[in-house]
């Protein structure tokens, strides 16, 4: 069994309960969805009550950051209590887009951090060329961690490594320019998960279509060829590695 970790299932071409089944059917067995703001993560809790092989996150993505007052953390706080929430997420810092508002988003993020040791919750995070502010806030970080759709090369790698963080790796390890292909073995199997980031960054053997929850097998399949250990490893490895960063209860096959 596979876990797809990060997910977007509000964002897809076809149904969540499509997607779900569809990659259920390809031997994934749970699908954290992602929230992105407050009405976002709002319904993400509702599908995570309506479907059993989906989990959820609740959170302000930092493209949001400009837009988001007090009453949307109070509500992201208040879902978080709600069946299924699994993590404070996706949160962080994305210079590639919207310089501008760095200030708006380390500000948004560093509520975000607060809130999630308050909850005592995992935090998803979402870092776009801003690697050192992301790491700099993360120290008053006191919970899980877990760096989405890792792009780093070795130094990032080994500063993750140092603090125990999980690393996420989504469909674009699998492209030709991938700086983290190269250090795959350098990063701690026991802190390894994968993740589809769908709609987003479709693994290469279906590179140019949408992506969905199934597609997570193309990225464990090139993962387990880097590294010369069986698929099964892999699966085996990171489902736990999900189930023990997330708290997944028994239940959710």
């Known amino acids: 069994m596979l876990v797809d970790s990060h997910a977007h299932l509000l964002m897809l071409d076809v149904s969540p309960e499509e997607a779900v089944e569809e990659a259920r059917g390809a031997g994934v067995g749970v699908v954290v969805n992602i929230g ?104 008053g970080a006191r919970v899980p961690v877990v760096l989405h759709c890792f792009e780093g090369g070795r130094r990032e790698v080994e500063e993750a490594k140092e603090r125990g963080y999980y690393i996420g790796l989504t469909g674009n390890v699998t492209y030709k320019n991938s700086r983290t292909a190269g250090v795959l073995d350098l990063i701690d199997a026991e802190r390894l998960l994968l993740e589809t980031d769908s709609p987003y960054l479709s693994p290469r053997p279906v590179r140019g279509r949408r992506n969905r929850p199934a597609n997570v097998v193309h990225t464990a399949r090139f993962v387990a060829e880097r590294l010369g250990v069986p698929e099964e490893e892999i699966a085996r490895t990171t489902t736990a590695n999900a189930r023990r960063l997330f708290g997944l209860p028994p239940e959710v096959k």
Do not use: W
């Open 36 to 139: 992105t703001d407050a009405e976002d993560s709002r319904k993400g809790v509702a599908l995570a009550a309506a479907l059993p092989h989906v989990c959820t996150t609740v959170g302000i993505h930092p493209h949001n950051a400009h837009a988001y007052t007090a009453s949307d953390l109070e509500a992201v706080a208040e879902l978080s209590e709600s069946p299924g929430v699994v993590a404070i997420g996706e949160v962080g810092l994305d210079y590639y887009r919207g310089r501008e508002t760095g200030e708006a988003q380390r500000a948004l993020f560093e509520d975000e951090i607060s809130l999630a040791n308050d909850l005592r919750m995992p935090l998803v995070i979402h870092c776009r060329e801003a690697f050192e502010d992301v790491m700099s806030l993360l120290s």
